[in-house]
């Protein structure tokens, strides 16, 4: 059994300095940079330009053979309906239109139909 997290790196369309951070999300995923994050933290990459990180580990080698087998999805049905609601309160906190709590009890509020 193997646990996974979808990350991704986006670009805002606001962003002050376009080349800036395409730059920076280039230099985080390539090969040599990825397999250095993934291994310090533990992952399996999902990059197959990777290739194999833990080759001779007798755990996460043996477990890395097997992540093509891994599917990615909702735990729960409503999952991605509550992200889309998490989200806008996350970047509201983020930009200062709103103090944490706020935005905790307004995502709370808004995500309480979609978790019956």
Sequence with gaps: MA???????????????????????????????????????????????????????????ESEKYTEFATVGPLVESAREVMGVLGPEIQSVLIGDKEPRQALDDAAEAAQPLLR
Excluded at 6 to 11: F, K
Excluded at 12 to 32: M, Y
């Design 3 to 61: 646990y996974g997290t979808v990350g991704s790196l986006s670009m805002p369309r606001s962003a002050e300095d376009k080349e800036a951070a395409g730059a920076w999300i280039e230099f985080v995923t390539d090969a040599e940079n990825a397999a250095e994050y993934d291994t310090a933290a533990s992952f399996f990459s999902t990059k197959e330009s990777v290739g194999a990180l833990y080759e001779g580990d007798p755990i996460f080698g």
